[in-house]
């Protein structure tokens, strides 16, 4: 997911490649360049041609406690030898969605959450945006439709995610306003300016505020101070719904639980993925405050239904792998553990940038980072030349580089990353 630019194709074959399509990348840029990946251990990665790579971006943020563990592997084949899943439409549900269930609600920064599960991000933020609209409808005020996200955002590519894309690139083609009308986009960072358009659409207009706490793909952007607090107080004034979108932050990255805590925001709803199962079984879902809920759970026949759900929606295998996974989180203290990497990744950032002159900027929060790289490199090209030192990196917008790796990364492994891209740096530079 990231703006690309098209050199000419490695590969004069292009048209009998692998049957397989890299979509959401320039095709002909990556095809016959990818690394493919066949085995993780801890934050290390192996290749089918044979490179031992560090993986300094936890894959797509995701890989919290690392590749290859044999107790979520192992809680896995248990749960599909019992039952693989079965779906929790009406009459039916199954015992380990109703566990995770709990175990999610009881660490929910939200007070009485309920939880809408299904299987990744772009899921869950569907099913928030969806959720937001239906609610302000069952209240009588189906005027406010209109759902407000950040320059720069990315929620996912799901019909609502890429309508409320902040990276245009993500969101033009798909009809002559977005794939689902009535969305518009605010400032990344100034408060002033998100007041402005509130007035200007107008809040009856307005369902929800959908934020990352720290974007992403945007290319690491951490809030600036105040900003979040403020565009919160916004919400609350104005009867706009606030969607925290945790699919990165979610479960420890910030060296709180949640993003939630870390900046206290009060959130009606906080989408979730990645760092519930650590990638190990596609899950995600919605945590959903009382205000929202209360109104579908009424004891009459008059009583609206939120109608969303999914076969894998609360799947058993995905919520028993998220279980086991919540355990390792806990006994391993990994959320903590962040806490202390976040130190050793500012320190080591901030080294970098005032000994390089070819970094342009360092940003950071929690286990975030992003390298912004001066006009006269590319951030494409420097992490192709840290693959080739042994780590991944990614590019993002704005020239710049992720890093985001596993919680279980070693002080030294950190360093050594952050070490890497230095030399990457200079020795293009
Ligand atoms: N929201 C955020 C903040 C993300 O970073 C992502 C994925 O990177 C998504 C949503 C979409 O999640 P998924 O790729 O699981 O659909």
Known sequence: VTDISHPAPA??????????????????TVLGRQLVVERGAGSWLYTTDGRRLFDGTAGLWHANVGHGRPELAQAAYDQMRQLETFHIFARYANDKALEIGEVLAEISPIDRAKLILNS?????????CKLARRHW???GRGSKKIILSREFAYHGLHAFGTSIAGLEFNREGYGSESLVPETARISLNDPAQVEALITELGPENIAALVTEAVQGTGGVNPPAPGYLEAISRLCKEHDILLILDEVITGFGRMGTMFAAEYYGLE???????KGVTSGYAPLGGVMVAPR?????????????IFRHGATYAGHATACAVALKHMEI?????????????????GSALDNLASQNPL???????????????????????????LVELGFIGRPLRGNTIQISPPFITTDSELLDFVAAISQAITERG
């Open 11 to 28: 590969s004069p074959t292009l048209l009998d490649g692998p049957a397989l399509w890299p979509a959401q990348a320039h095709t002909p």
């Open 120 to 128: 990744g991000g772009s899921d869950a933020i569907d099913v928030a």
């Open 137 to 139: 409808q069952r209240e």
């Open 267 to 273: 959130p009606d709803m906080i989408t979730f993925a």
């Open 292 to 304: 929202l809920w209360e109104p579908f759970y009424q004891d009459s026949p008059n009583t609206p």
């Open 329 to 345: 989180l806990e006994s391993e203290r990994l959320v903590p553990r962040v806490g202390e990497l976040a130190g050793v990744l």
């Open 359 to 385: 970094v342009a900027q360092v940003r950071y929060a929690g286990l975030l980072g992003g390298v912004t790289l001066s006009d006269q490199l590319s951030a494409e090209q420097v992490c192709d030349d």
